[in-house]
């Protein structure tokens, strides 16, 4: 089921469909719903969706990135930014 999100694009906003939203957070990979936050036009057919993750012990901001797949609609690719492995791992 697609979802209708209204994406910022300078000043002003365009609404188009996503397939999806995160199923997890890409730091913790808690697998919880995130909440949304923010939604822009990247660059052309490329939208961009800030979440905060909504695990009480995370609680991370990230970026969902879209690619279009059709007239305005997008699927999801990938989220940014990934936990980096701690020095010495």
């Given at each position: 089921?697609?979802?209708?999100?209204?994406?910022?694009?300078g000043e002003q906003v365009r609404a188009a469909n996503?397939?999806?939203?995160p199923e997890a957070c890409p730091l913790c990979e808690a697998p919880r719903a995130p909440r949304?936050?923010?939604a822009i036009v990247r660059v052309a057919?490329?939208?961009?969706?800030?979440?905060?993750?909504?695990?009480?012990?995370?609680?991370?901001?990230f970026i969902g990135n879209y690619q279009e797949e059709a007239k305005a609609r997008y699927r999801l690719?990938?989220?940014?930014?990934?936990?980096?492995?701690c020095p010495g791992s």
């Open positions: 089921m697609a979802l209708l999100v209204s994406f910022l694009d996503v397939d999806r939203f949304f936050i923010a057919h490329v939208r961009q969706i800030c979440f905060q993750c909504t695990s009480v012990d995370c609680r991370s901001l690719v990938d989220c940014e930014p990934r936990r980096a492995p």
